[in-house]
């Protein structure tokens, strides 16, 4: 309160060197925002939400907070936002020492620029609860001009480094199947000999194989390659495959002798998991002698494979060996679970897996008993911090609808291709294990993210790869979004691209007015195991400004990031769709929608005519048009492990990432000019251009018409005609770029007009131009979309007509 | 058959039919002569060779036929049957002195001749045998003696003063011994003739119908008993023409000088032997020889048994029976010869006295009658001792016991050589039967002993080495067989091996519809179906039903009756061939798959440590490459896989293509699987590097364990699981070595509690702890999985329990107690080598299929029935025996006989579906006394054994035992009162073939299983028990009555064994070593005087004091002695399935106690009984229940 009206409409860094002291406090400065016009603030804060973004991997759907609850809830939109906690900082170096925090045992927030200070009592305020808190001693050279770097403004984002407990190397457990065909097991072979070479040389690897049966292999054998074998059919209990595997001690050493102990423990681990330098040779032979699956599978039958064993296994064998440290499972499996614990299908050919519309039809045999199998492991594997990866290729599905919770639970990836032989999978695998510009991988481990929130917020819930923690405490709503309930999550697994939506809730009552110019604040405290095994924390601190919704509105309107709104409100609906029925989703998200324009909208009632949105939400309906439409919401045309697959990289991926899974990207290549964006509509397929279409999980580069037929003709093989070689060559090249960074590598198409493969880019545009339509439009633009879709156009007069209507 | 052959003695005596001889034998009549039991003998041969014995043997084989086996050993209590026989005629004589006449009017009849005959021979067998007689003499002076001390000897005297009369009748017998001499001298051959005359006895209604004329040759033979009226008065008569009988008089009164001096007499005997034979031919054929024999023998025996046992009857209580036993003894030749003679005259009287048993038995008997009336001479025989009484007719039972107490005083100790010995008719066998081969063309015919080494000649009868039965000669009705209570039962050995010498079962095919069988019963083709209809159809000699000859087997008869191609086909000529199995007798309608081999090594700390892992694994380098080849194939068509265990699995994958063996680990034990299939079972060449590699590094790889704890039910199933994914039969070889207590199914605890022996808990010792084994087993016959198991225990394993697989898979146990490496590698790799190399079936079902009338009821083995008609082997090797026993439902004819055929189906180690057929006929009779003459007692103590072995599952050993003694008491009480001839009731009489049943028995309740001592452990009851119930009867014969040789005695130039002697410690000297073998062990006994010299040479240290007890192999030295001794012990080694474990033993050694336990007529230390005290017990038995 104190230093309420000296807060800027800003945060404080935007001012420059600006400080939160008592003496700056009273700063008046901030005043000067307010004058801004709309259009001004409109790119002010487009720079603004970008800003922060790059330095906290943050944003939020409001960047102007409405100050109480009534109003909070009549903005449609949650205050929410987007967190990227490990967002890569290459300028940002981490602090060598333990971070400060609150003294008051149920807030422990963490010292930040944000907080008040008193160098001369060498006291701090915690800005969250306003415990005034003694340094301690290591700070006793603090001073204004001598401030430690969590007190400065530029790091609201600061990674510690903190040296607890004995580091232990990262551990990578390969869970390979071995019923593929035989050009698959060797593709699949040759990248787990090349990934050794990626790994770090203390690192642990472990190899589980397993078709019919499940082979754990010793890894230490000399002479003889040891494996213990497990039936594929059994479920096993976590004590009884320890027991099995030789990993519990039974009273033993602990008579013989205490000191013993801790040396026991590594060598009982070491059979299974090794360093990658000691086995090496003995690992590449290894893979190299691995063999299909011998059991015998006879016509009609599928190989009987028992992921859901293997898994299980794997999963305990981490946890009786590691349990809390950085490690990966990683499952390679090239076709569905078909016996035991986590069968999804029989293994009879002529009963086909199931598909979206037998579960709705409740006929999906397995599928409730295989997912509960799959979340029960999940679930164990995530209190144990590890981590699971699916790499599943085949042409068939492969049951991930059941095992996705392995991966969304414990922020795993989830990979899923044709076959191990393609480039598809080869480089998103060998993208697992890419480096940072340190030099180390971009992957933590075992993170725990705690959310901590002024008086006047609580926490709704978080979306993304994570599992609550259950902490409650007083910043904890009772209105759940998402995963809720408690304010941290555990996120086993994350690289500098995994995002979680945190949901929060207004709590600050209508009457009970936020002083002018007063902020709420947030802390993102995230504690995990760095690559390099150190254990690090990094605390994220963000305070925005409260307005009274009902005499600032505009500000509010303005501070509106409409694209972390369309993905916030998106990841709602798609945790809904999870559980719901899809045309319930839709009809919420219709509801949203509507409501939000007639909140936020401009028009006279039911005149939908004269209905106008600012720019600030301008785009907002667009995105929630593309929304209704992907894959994400919409299963037709999708199997059940699709809909899994797009599901789960739509709940991690970042804002950036995340629209253009909402609304592919569509560039135009032709020689009327440079490359640029068109709108993602039937009219942009002319027969003179080449598209290149992005939507995260394709690259499509289509071909006009007539840009094909030259091609044919090989014009661009003459010489005259290099330009138009030269043409053709440029989507390739941006398509190379972003081939090479995205993960999983997308899946790469080139077509052309007509191509079968082009479907991949008519299914995606707005089907401005359909079969029943053709002839009002004209010849002259874009092609025909053979669909019964609305168009957005269409959309949009409903959205009008429904906003602007006082039944509403 | 002992007796038999003792009875051959006899015939020897039947030589004192030297008259015979006279007539071609002179030789033998002159020594069996002397046997002037001939007189009773002259009777029965049997008689005579005793005296009594030989001759009465003769006397009834020829009268009797029958008897001539059966009968002729009836054995005094004391003395061997023979002797009693001879006795009983001696004594008959006397009164039947008198009797003679009376039978001397039969005598007469035909006797005149024989008479003369007789006579002459008697006095010529006397003369020639007199110096033998004098031997004889003296030691029927012992009895004499001893008899004459005793009141009754004197009156027997005095009957033997009749006795000459007797021995007149003697020399009737005589006439007949020399008949049956004659014949037999003639004998085999000629033996036909005689049989005739007095072969027509034979005929089981020979004695009835011969009546007359049989009463003649019994008079003759009567004239014999007269002899055995010697024995009483043997010395006196034997004296005369006994001294021929030598054998009796040796046999009786120097049992063991006898037994040399008999020996020798017997051998002559043989020839005389020969004459019983012919006279058993025309019963049995062959078998007579061996009854000639045996008669001798138990001439002897008898006489030793009348002279010492009527003392000893006296001594004990039993003495009273054995005092009668002595008599009955003679009785027995009384039967023989006496019997007729005197009967007749005496017999009112005697029978009187006798009444009880002999009474009755004549007149059940009518034949026998005729031939009692000898027997009334038994009466009076047994009188002898009670001589006097039994003058006093009544008096006769009651007299003996009162007379009792004296004669026991003073017979204080029966002599042990008077009694029947297993080493004489075994010797004598060998000596007749073991020079021609053992033709099989004839029906009912009684082979060599097991223990007589003999070829066979397969024309349409299977060899005994396939099948042996307890009687060649069945009981028309059941109820015969009850009242006999001798049990009917074949012993089976489907496929074992032959010697080099003779032909394995040829193989057949008859194309794609499958061997031809009855269409009703099933029954394959075999010689015995009868082909009509000019051949277009045959009639199964099993259910009479008729079947149609399918065309392409179809052949015309020649002119009578006999298919054209009768010699081109196996399966109408031979006893024993093979079919060629078609799909249809496959599993699954499947070709089965060559069976594979798993090798699964225990590798917990005990064996790594005891060195047994890397012993094994070194031996299995070499041992691979002589895996069975099932018939010509160049390389063995099993696969073999590899498991290690402790409480988890290891499994090998030894596919050719890696470059080192993989090893996977499953620890489910609780739900075990196999965790590979390719690559599990490989074929040795093939993978032969990856194995050899893998070999290597077993022992390496467990080196540093610390695994105690093992598990054993699992690794049975995950061999099971790997037979049954690779689709195959096959065998386990499990090398085990702790009581299975780790977590998983069929887990055990040590339940052992010596506590419980003598208690109505003991069973429970011997069964398994839990039912999950036997469950595990039906699994494992289904799948044709056959499980061996080494173990290697150091304490308690519960073999009870861990061998119930093994067993209901026809599995082998071998068993170490505590293995250590340098005493005890030799025997477990020779053990390993012949298991692994040894041919075996699989996946085999055996049926027994037999005449209508008959059924196999009861099965003894190593098997498992699911129904009661099937025996299913999951395995079945060439040392596995199965126990058939039969039951009437139904008449059986005299005509037809008894067939039996036994079909194996089987699939080879090549993995070939074969049928294996044995067919045998066997003949029926309606006269008891056929079927005691042609028992084998060897087999009938193999079931008897088995029988008894598997009661202990159930009933308390108490009550097995006593059930064992009241069965063997009530076969010979039925004897007695049914076939001997009438005599007192203190007499005990054996059948000539059953001879040894007592000592035997007495064995076989001595056993471990039986009657434990202190130091026979839970285990190895359990284990002996389980071998018992697969051995067959060679096996059981050793096991049951050890062979003891003295090494002494070795002639190192020669290859023949030194003779065996009789297991008793009196028997050995201290200045000389012996050899005991028994199947399991071989001892070598050094006393304390023997010769450094001979230490020196056999084990290589200078004195006494040095030998080492640990010595597992003697050492190989370079003289004479001790390469002749290594040369024994490896022909004995190689006689038998197991390696035999050698000890030392050194006289006053504390491991003397364990050698003593296997001699085993003495008394044992566990409280089982001596021979001599038996043989009491059981006469007490057999008189209770005649009384």
Request: hydrophobic share 35%.
């Amino acid at each position: 309160m104190k230093y309420g009206r000296s807060a800027s409409f800003l945060t404080g860094e935007n001012q420059g060197c600006q400080r939160y002291g008592p003496q700056t406090g009273s700063s008046p400065s901030s005043c000067i925002f307010w004058s801004l016009n709309l259009s001004d603030s409109m790119a002010t804060y487009l720079e603004f939400i970008q800003q922060n973004e790059e330095r906290d991997g943050v944003r939020f759907s409001w960047n102007v907070w409405p100050s109480s609850r009534l109003e909070a809830t009549r903005m449609v939109v949650p205050l929410a936002c987007l967190l990227t906690p490990l967002k890569e900082r290459p300028d940002l170096p981490p602090v060598q020492y333990e971070p400060v925090l609150c003294s008051r045992p149920t807030c422990k927030a963490v010292l930040n620029p944000l907080c008040q200070v008193d160098y001369r009592a060498k006291l701090w305020a915690c800005n969250f609860c306003f415990q005034r808190n003694q340094f301690p001693p290591a700070y006793a050279g603090i001073s204004e001009v001598n401030q430690p770097a969590e007190l400065m403004p530029q790091f609201s984002t600061i990674d510690y480094i903190v040296q607890r407990g004995p580091q232990t190397p990262l551990i990578f457990l390969y869970v390979v199947d071995t019923c593929l065909e035989e050009e698959d097991l060797q593709a699949l072979k040759e990248s787990l000999q090349m990934s050794l070479s990626l790994l770090h040389p203390d690192a642990l690897v472990g190899l589980i194989t397993f078709g019919r049966m499940v082979q754990v292999h010793e890894l230490s054998c000399e002479g003889i390659s040891k494996s213990y074998v497990f039936r594929g059919t059994k479920d096993l209990t976590a004590k009884q495959i320890q027991d099995m595997l030789g990993l519990t001690r039974p009273a033993v050493p602990v008579q013989q002798g205490r000191p013993l102990q801790p040396q026991e423990q590594p060598v009982i681990s070491s059979r299974f998991l090794q360093p990658i330098h000691k086995i090496d040779m003995n690992l590449t032979d290894l893979l190299g002698e691995l063999q299909r699956d011998p059991w015998p599978v006879t016509q009609g039958k599928r190989p009987l494979r028992s992921t859901g064993v293997a898994l299980s296994i794997a999963v305990g064998l981490l946890e009786g060996t590691f349990p809390n440290t950085g490690a990966r499972i990683m499952l390679f499996t090239g076709g569905p679970p078909t016996q035991g614990p986590g069968m999804v299908v029989g293994d009879e050919l002529k009963t086909p897996i199931r598909s979206w519309h037998d579960i709705e039809k409740d006929n999906a045999r397995f599928m409730k008993k295989a997912t509960k199998h799959y979340e029960t492991l999940a679930n164990r594997t995530a209190a144990n911090g590890h981590c699971i990866d699916i790499y599943a290729c085949a042409l068939d599905q492969t049951g991930l609808l059941e095992m996705k919770c392995c991966t969304n639970l414990t922020g795993g990836h989830m990979v899923m291709g044709d076959s191990f032989n393609t480039s598809l999978f080869k480089q998103t695998f060998q993208r697992v294990f890419s480096k940072d510009f340190n030099g180390e991988f971009r992957m933590a481990f075992g993170a725990s993210l705690d959310v901590k929130t002024s008086r006047e917020l609580k926490i709704g819930g978080a979306i993304g790869p994570c599992i609550s923690l259950n902490a409650k405490g007083p910043c904890v709503s009772e209105n759940e979004l998402g995963i809720g309930g408690t304010c941290q999550w555990k996120i086993c697994s994350l690289d500098p691209n995994t995002t979680l939506a945190i949901y929060f809730e207004v709590v600050n009552q209508h009457n009970a007015p936020i002083p002018q110019g007063g902020r709420g604040a947030v802390q993102f405290v995230t504690q995990y195991q760095h690559s390099s095994t150190q254990k690090r924390i990094r605390v994220t601190t963000i305070a925005r400004n409260w307005a009274d919704a009902q005499n600032q509105l505009q500000h509010i309107e303005a501070a509106f990031d409409q694209e972390a709104a369309a993905v916030l409100m998106a990841r709602l609906g798609v945790y809904r769709a999870e559980t719901e029925e899809g045309p319930d989703v839709l009809r919420w998200l219709d509801r949203q929608l509507i409501r939000l324009c007639q909140k936020f909208g401009q028009y006279n009632k039911d005149d939908p005519n004269s209905f106008r949105l600012s720019d600030s939400f301008s785009l907002y309906p667009q995105f929630m048009f593309h929304l209704r439409r992907s894959p994400f919401l919409q299963v037709f045309n999708n199997s059940p492990d699709e809909s899994s697959y797009y599901r789960h990289h739509f709940a991690r991926q970042d804002l950036t990432q995340s629209l253009i899974m909402i609304q592919p990207i569509l560039y135009s290549y032709s020689f009327y000019g440079p490359p640029e964006p068109v709108l993602l509509d039937s009219s942009s397929i002319l027969a003179d251009r080449i598209l290149l279409m992005d939507t995260f999980f394709q690259i499509v580069i289509y071909l006009g018409e007539t840009i094909a037929q030259w091609q044919k003709a090989g014009y661009q093989d003459m010489p005259e005609y290099e330009n138009f070689k030269h043409l053709l060559q440029a989507p390739l090249d941006d398509a190379q770029e972003i081939l090479q960074t995205r993960f999983p590598m997308p899946r790469y198409i080139n077509t052309e007009h007509g191509g079968s493969q082009a479907r991949f880019l008519l299914s995606k545009v707005n089907p401005s131009q359909t079969h029943n339509n053709l002839y009002a439009w004209g010849q002259e633009s874009g092609s025909p979309i053979l669909t019964d879709d609305v168009s957005l156009q269409v959309f949009m007069d409903h959205l009008k007509k429904l906003a602007v209507s006082s039944a509403a | 058959m002992s007796v038999n052959q003792q009875a051959h003695a006899g015939p020897p005596y039947g030589q004192p039919q030297p008259a015979y001889q006279r007539y071609q034998q002179p030789g033998y009549g002159g020594q069996q002569m002397p046997g002037v039991p001939h007189s009773q003998y002259g009777v029965y041969n049997g008689p005579v060779p005793g005296h009594q014995q030989p001759a009465p043997p003769q006397g009834y084989f020829p009268s009797l036929g029958l008897p001539s086996k059966g009968s002729p050993v009836s054995l005094n209590s004391d003395t061997s049957s023979l002797a009693p026989n001879f006795i009983g005629p001696l004594r008959t004589p006397p009164t039947s002195g008198a009797p003679p006449p009376t039978s001397g009017a039969p005598l007469p009849v035909g006797q005149p001749a024989y008479n003369q005959f007789g006579q002459g021979d008697v006095q010529n067998g006397i003369p020639a045998s007199a110096v033998q007689m004098q031997r004889p003499s003296v030691s029927q002076p012992f009895i004499p003696g001893s008899t004459p001390t005793s009141i009754s000897q004197l009156s027997s005297f005095q009957q033997y003063g009749p006795s000459p009369t007797s021995a007149q009748q003697l020399t009737n017998h005589m006439a007949r011994m020399t008949i049956g001499s004659v014949p037999t001298s003639a004998a085999p051959p000629a033996g036909l003739g005689y049989g005739p005359s007095t072969s027509v006895s034979p005929a089981s209604g020979s004695f009835t119908a011969t009546g007359s004329g049989l009463y003649t040759p019994y008079s003759s033979s009567q004239g014999p008993p007269p002899a055995s009226m010697t024995h009483g008065l043997p010395p006196t008569s034997l004296s005369q023409g006994v001294p021929l009988a030598q054998p009796a008089f040796s046999g009786l009164p120097l049992s063991m000088q006898r037994l040399p001096s008999q020996g020798p007499g017997y051998a002559p005997p043989p020839s005389s032997t020969g004459i019983g034979p012919s006279n058993y031919p025309s019963t049995t054929g062959a078998p007579r020889p061996s009854t000639m024999q045996s008669p001798p023998l138990s001439g002897q025996a008898l006489a030793g048994l009348p002279a010492s046992q009527p003392n000893h009857l006296s001594s004990p209580p039993p003495p009273q029976q054995a005092m009668s036993g002595p008599h009955p003894g003679p009785p027995m030749t009384g039967l023989q010869g006496p019997p007729p003679p005197p009967t007749h005259p005496s017999q009112p009287g005697y029978q009187i006295q006798q009444n009880g048993s002999f009474g009755q038995v004549r007149g059940s008997q009518p034949n026998y009658g005729g031939a009692y009336p000898g027997t009334p001479n038994y009466g009076s025989q047994p009188g002898p001792p009670p001589p006097p009484k039994r003058l006093d007719p009544d008096s006769i039972p009651s007299p003996q016991l009162s007379e009792l107490p004296p004669q026991q005083k003073p017979r204080h100790r029966i002599d042990p050589d008077a009694i029947p010995s297993p080493i004489q008719v075994i010797e004598d066998d060998r000596n007749n039967r073991g020079s021609e081969p053992f033709v099989t063309g004839v029906r009912g015919q009684v082979p060599p002993l097991v223990t007589t080494n003999f070829l066979v000649k397969d024309q349409g009868n299977t060899s005994p080495r396939y099948i042996r039965c307890t009687s060649y000669n069945i009981p028309c009705t059941s109820d015969m067989a009850k009242q006999s209570q001798v049990p009917l039962a074949a012993v089976i050995k489907p496929l074992a091996t032959l010697p080099t010498e003779e032909t394995p079962p040829y193989l057949v095919d008859h194309g794609e519809s499958g061997p031809i069988r009855c269409n009703r019963c099933k029954a394959y083709m075999c010689p015995f179906m009868q082909f009509i209809e000019g051949g277009r159809r045959f009639q199964c000699c099993f259910c009479s039903c008729v079947t149609e000859v399918p065309p392409h087997y179809f052949q015309h008869l020649d002119h009578t009756g006999k298919r054209v191609d009768f010699y081109d086909r196996p399966e109408l000529s031979l006893g024993s061939y093979e079919f060629l199995a078609t799909v249809d007798y496959c599993k699954n309608n499947k070709f089965p798959n060559p069976p594979a081999f798993i090798f699964m090594i225990d590798v917990s700390y005990n064996a790594v440590k005891s060195g047994l892992v890397r012993l094994i694994c070194e031996e299995l380098k070499s041992l691979l490459d002589y895996l069975p080849r099932g018939g010509n194939l160049e390389e063995s068509a099993i696969r073999v896989g590899f498991v290690t265990y402790n409480k988890v699995l290891h499994f090998y994958n030894v596919k050719s293509s890696l470059a080192q063996p993989q090893m996977m680990v499953v620890s489910d034990v609780a739900d075990m699987f196999v965790p590979l299939l390719d690559g599990f079972l490989v074929n040795v060449n093939e993978s032969r590097t990856v194995i050899a590699s893998l070999l290597d590094q077993i022992p390496e790889m467990f080196a540093d364990t610390r695994e105690t704890e093992t598990v054993f039910a699992p690794v049975i199933q995950a061999g099971l699981d790997a037979l049954k994914a690779a689709e195959c039969a096959g065998k386990l070889f499990i090398f085990h070595t702790s009581l299975p207590i780790a977590e998983a199914p069929g887990k055990l605890k040590n339940r052992d509690d010596k506590k419980l022996i003598n208690t109505d808990k003991e069973k429970t010792l011997f069964q398994p702890q839990t039912n999950f084994y036997n469950n595990l087993a039906k699994d494992c016959v289904a799948q044709g999985c056959c499980v061996d198991l080494f173990l290697f225990p150091n304490q308690y394993l519960d073999v009870a329990t861990l061998g119930v697989v093994t067993y209901q898979t026809g599995g082998s146990i071998y068993k170490y107690t505590y293995f250590q490496l340098e005493t005890d590698q030799e025997r477990f790799l020779n053990d390993l080598r012949r298991d692994v190399q040894k041919e075996v079936g699989f996946d085999a079902v055996m049926r027994v299929r037999t005449s209508t009338g008959i059924r196999a009821t009861d099965f003894f083995g190593a098997f498992y029935m699911s129904n009661t008609t099937d025996v299913e082997l999951a395995g079945l090797d060439c040392d596995k025996t199965i126990t058939v026993e039969f039951k009437h439902d139904d008449k059986l004819s005299e005509d037809s006989g008894a067939l039996l055929q036994c079909a194996l189906l089987y699939t080879s180690s090549a993995g070939q579906r074969r049928l294996r057929i044995h067919n045998l006929s066997l003949n029926c009779c309606t006269q008891l006394a056929d079927l005691y003459r042609n028992c084998e007692t060897d087999t009938l103590i193999n079931y008897l054994a088995k029988y008894a072995y598997r009661g202990v599952l159930n009933n308390p050993v108490k009550t097995v035992r006593d059930a064992l003694i009241n069965q063997c008491a009530q076969i010979l009480a039925c004897y007695r009162k049914n076939c001997a001839s009438p005599s007192s009731a203190g007499q005990l009489i054996l059948p000539e073939c059953m001879k040894l049943l007592p000592v035997y028995l007495n064995c076989v309740l001595k056993s471990d299983v039986l009657q434990p001592g202190p130091e026979v452990s839970t285990d190895d009851r359990a284990y002996i028990r389980q071998l018992v119930t697969s051995m067959d009867v060679a096996e059981t014969n050793v096991f049951f009555y050890p062979r003891l040789l003295p090494l002494t005695k070795v002639d190192v130039d020669s290859d023949a064994l030194p003779a065996a002697i009789r297991n008793s410690e009196e028997r050995l000297s201290k200045g000389d070593m012996y050899l005991l073998e028994n199947g399991l062990n071989i001892f070598v006994w050094v006393g304390v005087n023997v010769q450094q010299g001979l230490i020196q040479n056999l084990f290589g240290v200078s004195s006494f004091s040095q030998i080492s007890n640990t010595m597992s192999t003697l050492p190989i030295l370079e003289n004479p002695f001790s390469k002749k001794v290594r040369s024994i012990m490896d022909m004995l080694q190689a006689q038998r399935s197991r390696y035999m474990k050698l000890i030392i033993v050194k006289q006053e050694d504390k491991f003397e106690m364990l050698f003593k336990h296997f001699l085993v007529e003495d008394k044992s230390m566990s409280g089982g009984a001596s021979y001599v005290d038996f043989l009491c017990h059981m006469h007490k038995e057999i008189r209770q229940l005649l009384s």
